[in-house]
């Protein structure tokens, strides 16, 4: 019944910016944490940022200081600011949710959403 749906993917030009954001539903008592990969055909699925439920931060080094990621743990939603954006950054972003703990007190790991595409061309 827990699902994470992802919403703000599109086309952009270089330099432009996009707001991702995705939003668990279900019975949650709490998530430890969110994050976004991103996934380019025909290569590995990789960490584009994480953060925990205490705010602490993680970002791969190719969007240091361009991306920030954020969360409103009231509405268990996680948020990806992108700025600068570059034509490298095309890719389809999926949300995860790890360690999710349920109101049945039961917990889930590696919680997908479905991706939302991600397209910076001029």
């Known amino acids: 019944q827990v699902q994470l749906v992802e919403s703000g993917g599109g086309l952009v030009q270089p330099g432009g910016s996009l707001r991702l954001s995705c939003a668990a539903s279900?019975?949650?008592?709490?998530?430890?944490?969110m994050g976004w990969y991103r996934q380019v055909l025909g290569k590995q699925r990789e960490l584009v940022a994480a953060i925990t439920s205490a705010g602490s931060t993680n970002y791969t080094d190719s969007v240091k200081g361009r991306f920030t990621i954020s969360r409103d743990n009231a509405k268990n939603t996680v948020y990806l600011q992108m700025n600068s954006l570059k034509p490298e950054d095309t890719a389809v972003y999926y949300c995860n949710a790890d360690r999710l703990e349920t109101g049945w007190g039961r917990i889930i790991y590696n919680r997908w959403g479905q991706g939302t595409q991600v397209t910076v061309s001029s």
């Open positions: 279900g019975s949650i008592f709490s998530i430890d944490t």
